[in-house]
């Protein structure tokens, strides 16, 4: 009597297939990680340019001749610190706006030139 072969799968086999899954798996885990944190860095980001564009809007609502005055200053909003300078004379002044975010390396500049008329 002939024996037939048995079919199914070794535990050589098994085992490959889980390595294989689990290096599919902290892969998978790595890029997760890394989304994660560029998806916090670009709500931060959209956080410094929404109190930018208010800080902007706020100075550009005032006469020149107040602007010109003004020159420099600082404040903080939502935790995010402000710095601005107005430069300029003549028909024109330049807004430069400096934030910086909490938790963040570096700082986002902003800037703009408003005309006088």
């Known amino acids: 009597m002939r024996r037939r072969p048995r079919r199914g799968t070794s535990l050589v086999e098994i085992l490959i297939a889980a ?4 290096v599919a798996v902290m892969g998978l885990l ?3 990680s890394s989304v994660t ?7 931060r980001q959209m956080v410094a340019a929404s109190v930018a564009q208010r800080r902007l809007d706020s100075l550009q609502s005032l006469p020149c001749a107040v602007l010109s005055a003004a020159g420099s200053g600082s404040g903080t909003s939502n935790g995010i610190q402000e710095q601005w300078t107005v430069s300029g004379s003549g028909a024109t002044r330049t807004l430069q706006l400096s934030l910086t975010v909490p938790r963040v390396n570096r700082a986002y500049r ?6 006088c008329v």
């Open 37 to 43: 944190q560029q998806m916090g860095a670009g709500r």
């Open 30 to 32: 790595g890029a997760s």
């Open 19 to 22: 390595v294989m899954l689990t």
């Open 110 to 115: 902003y800037s703009t030139i408003v005309p």
